[in-house]
């Protein structure tokens, strides 16, 4: 199968606290796996990936961990701000298709 | 920097006509480019990826009879939304890639349908 599952659907945190999102997929020849920050009114945009060889990687309070055993990945905004609240998706890249699948998207509420 | 303009921004369509829509990449070489659609509420469903030098991909439930898409050369593409209905509304969005990069989305077209 080629579903990319992701979790919670819609996420409320208070403003400082952290935010968890979760994806897992089904086909084993994925190899890159991109996130995506999307805010109303606009296209999404990468914020963060990582391929299969590594497991964690972190950038301005984004962490993505990848358990490839699991087929699950995962980002984590440290210190939530305002400004972080937007729909986020993840994605799996098919190494033999090509094709980039989409997991249905978390929308994160940021509480002042 | 790498860019991809999509355009139009919007688009009305009366039910039964079709729409094109086009997408540039910019500073970059766009080997493949796959297009998208997000319905409300909906994530986004992959409708084809165009590679090139290879034949353009439909996924299920997407032919190139109400989609086709040209992919002439390394900046361009396009992708004509035929007799257009309700269902077909939604944000329309082209990703380019070179290579093994991420696809770097255009601004979307909305596609509204009366």
């Known amino acids: 199968g080629e579903q990319v599952e992701q979790l919670p659907s819609i996420l409320r945190v208070q403003e400082g606290s952290s935010a968890s999102i979760n994806c897992t997929y089904e086909n084993s020849a994925s190899n890159y796996f991109p996130w995506y920050k999307q805010e109303p009114g606009e296209n999404p945009k990468l914020i963060i990936d990582?391929?299969?060889?590594?497991e964690r990687k972190q950038t301005q309070g984004l962490i993505v961990l990848l358990d490839k055993k699991a087929k699950r990945f995962s980002l984590h905004i440290t210190d939530t701000q305002p400004g972080d609240s937007a729909m986020y998706f993840c994605a799996a890249r098919d190494t033999n298709a090509y094709k980039v699948i989409f997991g249905k998207g978390t929308h994160l509420h940021v509480l002042p | 920097g790498a860019l991809v303009y999509q355009y139009p921004r919007r688009t009305i369509c009366k039910s039964g006509t079709s729409m094109r829509m086009e997408c540039q990449a910019v500073g970059f070489q766009a080997t493949s480019v796959a297009w998208y659609r997000q319905s409300p509420q909906k994530t986004f469903e992959l409708i084809a990826l165009?590679?090139?030098?290879?034949?353009?991909?439909?996924e299920q439930n997407f032919t190139q009879e109400k989609f086709p898409i040209s992919h002439p050369n390394l900046s361009f593409s396009s992708m004509t939304v035929l007799n257009a209905y309700l269902e077909d509304r939604g944000l329309y969005l082209c990703?380019?890639?070179?290579?093994?990069?991420?696809?770097?989305f255009g601004e979307g077209t909305r596609l509204s349908v009366l």
């Open positions: 990582i391929r299969s060889n590594m």
């Open positions: 990703g380019a890639r070179d290579g093994n990069q991420a696809p770097l």
């Open positions: 165009s590679t090139v030098n290879s034949a353009i991909k439909y």
